[in-house]
């Protein structure tokens, strides 16, 4: 189990939560001495910052950007009288990649992944009633023995600098929000949710774990503040009549409030929504509610313009309101699981999620993406790096689904993303992460990862542990991309015809297709990079979509450009979005649009 608790921080009678967001100071550390010059008590010559944000863009020098070590952040947090004798945390919604966290030079927790909250608990060290100063100290450099994977190597002028093995800038710092917290001795420390459906009814099994002996008492509020159901004890059966079930597209949320009770006293009250809903892998199927569904959507990334990763409510509310507009119905959180509100936002929307852990470039290039299909082999799972690597990811996967597992939207989780799944040395690995999955989730969502171009079904190792089969496919892009598309649609069914011949019985679902765009550009006939071959291309892909009856959703990539790192594959970035950066349509966007309202739920 989690030292901290990973559930959100709420407001309620009994607990008080504080944004930390705003300016604070910011230093690089290039030669790594700050904690030897005694940074820990606070920053020298501190510039300001925002948070939560990457810290990348907002300079306007290339050795700021491209920085890889130790990076700095302090502010001042004023701690209430009142909250003494509570427990006092700071919860970071995530500092990446790896964190320490001093309160008045007190060193008070250490994490480690760069994609996951956690929480720093301040209680015996804070100051009450005064002011307190946190300092953290972040790295974001990259190794083999932390996910995402990657290396960080040393140029001649002595300056470090990121490789990353995947496709996406290396965007670090504090990231997301950052809270300070106040909740009772005796709290709510984790609840858990698993939904039956009987006739008009519904059955939520839940339990509650809590830090003291107090009775527990469930309550279920329906929209309209209606009591519905209430049960007693830390484990129960909430019974709810005529359930309002979470549809897709058409989201339900009940209240679930959980008091910890001592007589008519309450000490200690922890609300959150939640949709009721039933997700499963039957056949070729994926049910939710025992009704199929196909998947409509994107491959997404936290990225958006001067903020780079960091979370931006306003950014988030557009990319809904355009995933609404083009009829989509679902998205995989590639290559990390996002921000908490983001989950908080698709619960509220109906969306279906697939869940990743930030397990990406397990297979060592820097252009995975192409090297795949040149069959390079790289003996990833067979380096000495591997146990640590395993045990980061195990943890990652703990984290992941502690914090994700009650949200209706999620509806599976990605175990990795294009990993090396071409050597035996892959499956033990794989069968660790997967059985970790399976064991953490009540709900025991399907479990999948993305198949890279040389995972076939001839070659791939480890498909089999998958519960949806998802796979990332460059037909026309990578391979055979132009004037050969006709050999890139040969080929491409001709892989699909061995799929369908191993006769797995099992839904498959593209998570990534898709092709390089550049907004300007038209171009008759086409050529790649214009927006008449995004289409081709796509129209090509679709085609073979709708001739496989296993074939459960397209998850195009991406929603919208992002920044990756610069290289002469890179036009400053990944273009393959249907939107721009600034989120605005390409003309694919209207071809989407077209096929996916017009594509039945279960297609
Ligand atoms: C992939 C990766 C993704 C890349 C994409 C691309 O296979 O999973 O991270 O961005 O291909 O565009 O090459």
């Not at 990259?142 to 496709?167: A, H």
């Not at 960091?310 to 995933?323: A, L, P, S, Y």
């Amino acid at each position: 189990m989690l030292q901290y608790s990973m559930l959100y921080p709420k407001q309620s009678v009994s607990r008080r939560t504080v944004s930390m967001d705003g300016m604070w100071k910011f230093s690089l550390d290039p030669e790594g001495k700050g904690t030897e010059n005694g940074w820990t008590d606070g920053i020298p010559q501190a510039d300001l910052i925002p948070v939560p944000a990457s810290f990348q863009d907002f300079y306007t020098d290339k050795d700021t950007r491209e920085y890889a070590g130790d990076l700095w952040y302090e502010t001042d947090v004023f701690v209430p009288e009142e909250y003494a004798g509570k427990n006092v945390a700071i919860r970071f919604g995530c500092a990446t990649h790896r964190a320490e966290v001093y309160l008045n030079g007190v060193h008070v927790t250490s994490h480690v992944g760069g994609f996951l909250p956690f929480m720093a608990d301040i209680t015996n060290v804070a100051r009450y009633n005064a002011v307190n100063k946190v300092v953290v100290k972040i790295n974001n450099e990259l190794s083999e023995t932390n996910i995402p994977c990657g290396k960080t190597k040393v140029l001649s002028n002595g300056k470090k600098m990121n490789s990353p093995y995947f496709d996406f800038f290396n965007y670090s710092g504090l990231q997301r929000p950052v809270k300070l917290v106040a909740y009772p001795k005796e709290y709510v420390f984790d609840l858990t949710v698993d939904h039956r459906i009987n006739g008009r009814d519904a059955d939520v099994s839940y339990s509650v774990v809590t830090t003291g002996e107090h009775p527990v008492e469930v309550t279920v509020y329906d929209e309209d503040g209606r009591e519905v159901a209430v049960s007693q004890g830390k484990e129960g059966i909430l019974h709810i009549e005529n359930a309002h079930l979470w549809q897709v597209r058409n989201a339900y949320l009940y209240t679930f409030t959980v008091r910890i009770k001592d007589e008519e006293e309450v000490l200690d009250e922890y609300s959150e929504e939640i949709g009721v809903r039933t997700v499963e892998v039957k056949g070729k199927d994926i049910l939710i509610n025992g009704s199929p569904v196909y998947l409509k959507g994107f491959g997404k990334h936290e990225d958006s313009d001067i903020v780079g990763r960091g979370f931006h409510i306003g950014v988030m509310k557009r990319d809904f309101e355009c995933m609404k507009w083009i009829g989509a119905n679902s998205f995989r959180t590639s290559h990390y699981p996002y921000s908490d509100e983001i989950y908080q936002m698709a619960d509220r929307e109906g969306f279906l999620v697939i869940d990743e852990v930030p397990a990406v470039g397990l297979f060592e290039s820097l252009m995975n993406f192409m090297e795949a299909s040149t069959g390079k082999k790289t003996a990833f799972f067979a380096k000495d790096t591997i146990p640590e690597l395993l045990e980061n990811h195990l943890h990652a996967v703990e984290e992941m689904i502690t914090r994700d597992k009650n949200h209706a939207c999620v509806i599976a989780w990605s175990l990795l993303n294009e990993p090396e799944t071409t050597d035996e040395a892959a499956v033990p690995y794989f069968e660790k992460v997967f059985a970790r999955a399976h064991e953490l989730d009540v709900q025991k969502r399907p479990r999948t990862f993305a198949l890279i171009m040389n995972s076939l079904p001839d070659t791939c190792k480890c498909y089999h542990l998958a519960d949806v089969i998802s796979m990332n496919r460059y037909y026309g892009w990578y391979l055979m991309g132009g004037y050969e598309m006709c050999d890139a649609e040969a080929a491409f069914r001709a892989e699909m015809d061995k799929w369908a011949g191993k006769n797995l019985d099992r839904p498959f679902v593209f998570t990534e297709y898709g092709a390089d765009t550049y907004a300007a550009e038209h171009k008759l006939p086409s050529v790649m990079w214009s927006q008449e071959y995004q289409k081709e291309y796509l129209e090509m892909c679709h085609r073979v979509f709708d001739s496989y009856d296993f074939i459960k959703g397209e998850q195009v990539w991406n929603f919208a450009d992002f920044q990756t790192t610069e290289g002469i594959m890179r036009v400053n970035g990944n273009k393959k979005g249907i939107f721009t950066r600034q989120r605005q349509p390409k003309d694919a966007a209207f071809y989407f649009k077209e096929r996916w309202e017009s594509l039945p739920l279960d297609h």
